[in-house]
């Protein structure tokens, strides 16, 4: 079993061809955070043999998450454990509740934020894994202005996270004030 902790990992098989187990424990799960959302780590690609990476959000009320973007390689799924996320998906905005699931299949436009007035609690997970995990951490620095804003896009590539322009979702985003 691969145990994740913290920034610590324990690898009992070859990660090329299989994978163990992952267990990752809430107290242990590496957390990083922005000004509006805490972010869960919980398996990334190097644990699960590239097959997935997933992780958990915490939003903040009305809180923004990702811009239009897409991805060329992974599928992205969304759950929402609680409150409600809005979301684009292509041309359509669409508000999710808890319970709801969605995925996002590559080559789609995609974003999503907070719901207006209401948080969200969302588990995220790409398949295949992308190495999301230093694209949070690179992402939480600069949020919180450690780290240049070009960083994020210097590294589309390397994270299969390619920002698009969207006017459904710019003005969504207006719209919410």
């Known amino acids: 079993m691969t145990t994740t902790k913290k920034n610590e990992t324990e690898q009992t098989t070859d990660l090329t061809t299989d994978f163990a187990p992952v267990l990752t424990r809430a107290a242990d799960a590496e957390t990083t955070r922005d ?4 972010m869960t780590l919980l398996a990334d690609s190097e644990h699960t043999g590239g097959r997935l990476t997933g992780y958990r959000s915490t939003f903040a009320e009305g809180a923004a998450g990702a811009p ?13 454990i609680d409150g409600a996320l809005q979301v684009l998906v292509g041309e359509e905005i669409a508000v999710l ?10 080559h789609t436009p995609h974003a999503f934020a907070a719901a207006p007035g209401r948080t969200a609690d969302v588990l995220f997970v790409f398949t295949p894994g992308a190495g ?31 920002y698009v322009d969207s006017p459904v979702w710019r003005e969504a985003l207006a719209a919410r004030g």
Do not use: C, W
Request: glycine residues 6%; charged residues 30%; hydrophobic residues 40%.
């Open 68 to 80: 239009a973007h897409l991805h060329t390689r992974a599928s992205e799924m969304f759950f929402v």
């Open 132 to 162: 999301r995990f230093d694209y949070l951490r690179l992402l939480g620095r600069v949020m919180r202005g450690e780290a240049d804003p070009q960083e994020i896009k210097d590294s589309s590539e390397r994270f299969d996270n390619h």
């Open 35 to 38: 000004p509006s959302s805490v």
């Open 97 to 106: 509740e808890a319970g709801d699931f969605l995925v996002v299949p590559p």
